[in-house]
């Protein structure tokens, strides 16, 4: 065991003041506390007691997951760590994986405790699990176990009749007619096609495309853009499945010009299997490349978050962030964490008229979030000043915060932007904020 056997006087008391600020704590006589001070080494261990009996001091993630993987015809070592990392980061969810056996092992000996979590994220296409396996996975989600089948999951159990109905719709290993319609839009309209023969499962080369919201009231689509373009990635086509109790969130248009079916694919469904809820999104491709576009993409990211606390709970409390794209382009994460307004002075700081505004219309975002909040908008504008005040900063940078300042600027600004007006390059633009800022706040 590991006890500390010195700890400075400051220390000690430091510790004694938080413990006596706990409800937990307040029946601790002056006594007992007086005796921990003079027996010190045992404070760790009696503050390691308190928060291990008292769970409700500790911050839990609402949510257990388990990522599934192990094999695959696509990068599954890259993927899963990735899946992992977005999941974690909502502070919503603690991750496990379970990896199964490699290819001809034996998969007996795969067996996870499906029962204990609240979601299972299928990252796998490989061989088949053994039958205990098989049905206590059924068994979960008829019970009411949340799934995410994440990008080539559909691909596999081609034969598994009830995998099929859990994800809806699948591609490739064999399947057919047999497995089910094809399911796609065409001309705004559903189609079920159950007709037509050709192939299940097809991609054309990885390019960005435009992602259609069908259903922009469900709990997973709200508040995001009706349309916005994803970053290169894949473009599953051709697909077939059972398709029961399935609703398609969006899709993607599949150009005819990137071997495409000249048709609206399903990129996003969610489907019901008993009582569980399933997230299906064909989106996600990561290869062997240094860098992943189509999971960097906030827009997979952020429907992948949200897609599984839907799965999860049947709700979504994730808001959307400042940086999703729109139809004006792909935004991407190299890092996968939300762009902070650091982040985006910073670009704009930097920001050269041949350069995408995005951290612009990001700031912009920001201002409007907090315009009824004085002293949040006052921070945002003590930062905008250090950028205007940056010698380093490009001239195209400080144009857009004085076009922003105009409006929103107060008393705080105007020595910063008055000394702009030395700038031959700045004076326009520093002549029309001024002009423009009618009765500033008062600070």
Same mark, same amino acid.
């Given at each position: 065991m590991f006890i500390v056997r010195n700890i400075s006087n400051l220390q000690t008391i430091q510790t004694l003041q938080t413990i006596r600020?706990?409800?937990?704590?307040?029946?601790y006589s002056t006594y007992k506390l007086r005796y921990?001070?003079?027996k010190s080494y045992f404070l760790l261990l009696l503050l390691a007691g308190i928060f291990f009996l008292f769970p409700a001091c500790q911050n839990k993630a609402a949510y257990k997951a388990l990522i599934v993987t192990g094999q695959s015809n696509h990068n599954w070592e890259g993927a899963y760590p990735i899946l992992k990392e977005l999941l974690v980061q909502t502070n919503l969810f603690t991750v496990d994986v379970a990896k199964t056996p490699a290819k001809g092992g034996d998969m007996s000996s795969f067996q996870p405790d499906f029962k204990k979590y609240n979601v299972v994220v299928m990252d796998y296409n490989g061989e088949s699990w053994s039958e205990k396996t098989k049905a206590a996975f059924l068994a979960y989600v008829k019970n009411g176990g949340g799934v995410v089948i994440y990008h080539e999951a559909d691909n596999s159990f081609a034969d598994w009749k009830e995998y099929n109905e859990i994800i809806g719709l699948g591609g490739w290993n064999n399947r057919s007619a047999k497995n089910g319609p094809y399911v796609y839009y065409m001309k705004n309209k559903l189609v079920v096609d159950s007709?037509?023969?050709?192939?299940?499962?097809?991609?054309?080369?990885?390019?960005?495309?435009v992602v259609k919201a069908r259903n922009t009231e469900h709990p997973i689509m709200k508040g995001l853009p009706t349309s916005w373009i994803h970053g290169k990635d894949e473009l599953y086509s051709t697909l077939r499945g059972p398709a029961k109790n399935m609703e398609i969130l969006a899709t993607a248009y599949a150009?005819?010009?990137?071997?495409?079916?000249?048709?609206? !694919?399903?990129?996003?469904?969610? @489907? *019901?299997?008993?009582?569980?809820?399933?997230?299906?999104?064909?989106?996600?491709?990561?290869?062997?490349?240094?860098?992943?576009?189509?999971?960097?993409?906030?827009?997979?990211?952020?429907?992948f978050q949200r897609g599984t606390e839907w799965a999860a709970s049947g709700k979504v409390t994730q808001a959307v962030p400042l940086d999703f794209p729109?139809?004006?382009?792909?935004?991407?994460?190299?890092d996968y964490k939300e762009t902070t307004l650091a982040d985006d002075l910073d670009k704009i700081s930097k920001y050269t008229i041949d350069r995408s505004t995005r951290n612009y219309t990001d700031l912009q975002g920001r201002i409007r979030k907090v315009s009824a909040n004085p002293a949040a908008l006052l921070d945002i504008e003590k930062k905008m000043v250090k950028v205007l005040q940056d010698r380093?900063?490009?001239? !195209?940078?400080?144009?857009?915060? @004085? *076009?922003?300042?105009?409006?929103?600027g107060s008393s705080y600004c105007v020595p910063a932007v008055q000394e702009l007006l030395k700038n031959a390059d700045l004076k326009e633009a520093a002549t029309f904020t001024l002009e423009r800022m009618k009765g500033p706040r008062k600070n």
């Open positions: 600020s706990c409800p937990l704590c307040k029946n921990i001070m003079k007709i037509s023969t050709g192939p299940t499962g097809s991609h054309g080369p990885q390019h960005e495309y150009d005819t010009a990137f071997k495409g079916t000249g048709r609206d !694919e399903p990129m996003l469904m969610t @489907l *019901r299997y008993g009582k569980g809820r399933i997230f299906h999104t064909v989106m996600g491709h990561v290869g062997k490349e240094e860098t992943h576009p189509a999971t960097e993409c906030v827009g997979f990211i952020v429907t729109n139809i004006g382009g792909a935004v991407s994460r190299p380093d900063a490009t001239v !195209e940078g400080k144009k857009l915060l @004085l *076009r922003e300042l105009a409006w929103m």
